[in-house]
């Protein structure tokens, strides 16, 4: 009994082995080096770690400076009210100001949440979509460093070494 193998099936062998087990993983890498650019570029550029730089340090502000109880007690007989921060008697002009200090960062924090989220959503599921399960968690993760860098700097601006409780927001705990 006699076995013949012809050149032309030896070739094809060998090129089928080449291009599984060589060109194809080379082919993958620079299929993902190009996703990975291409993301880089357009949704998670330098604009968009801007806004979350800006969001993580408006939540820093509002978990530390913006945490505080207001009250203000009008008096049953007519007279004039007394307005309240954390127990501490302020006036109206400081009140008003406290107001609007943390609206003005509550209401860019909200604005901003939205584009972040946006391109979050684009971006994570392109990550899932070619496989690149290494980016999970990473844009939490650097948000998360923001946040920490930017309470840093509020401690160290004030000189104290207190931590407030933060308010719990969907950028740590929404993982879309």
């Known amino acids: ?28 890498i620079f299929r993902d080096f190009l996703l990975i650019k291409f993301i880089e570029k357009f ?52 009140l008003h100001q406290y107001e609007s200090g943390r609206d003005f960062h509550l209401n860019r924090m909200n604005a901003i949440w939205s584009k972040i989220q946006f391109k979050n959503n684009i971006a994570m599921k392109m990550f899932k979509y070619f496989k690149l399960d290494e980016y999970e968690g990473y844009i939490s993760k650097r948000a998360q460093a923001y946040y920490d860098n930017a309470i840093a700097m509020i401690k160290l601006k004030e000189g104290d070494g207190v931590a407030s409780e933060p308010i719990a927001t969907t950028a740590t705990t929404d993982k879309k």
């Open 1 to 28: 009994m006699e076995f013949t193998v012809s050149l032309s099936t030896i070739i094809t062998a060998c090129l089928g082995f080449l291009g599984v087990y060589v060109l194809m993983p080379f082919a993958l």
């Open 43 to 94: 949704i998670l550029n330098e604009k968009f770690w801007l806004d979350v730089r800006v969001r993580e340090t408006d939540r820093a502000h509002m978990n530390h400076y913006y945490a505080r109880s207001m009250a203000v007690e009008f008096s049953t007989d007519g007279g004039t009210s007394v307005c309240k921060l954390d127990n501490e008697v302020v006036t109206h002009e400081e």
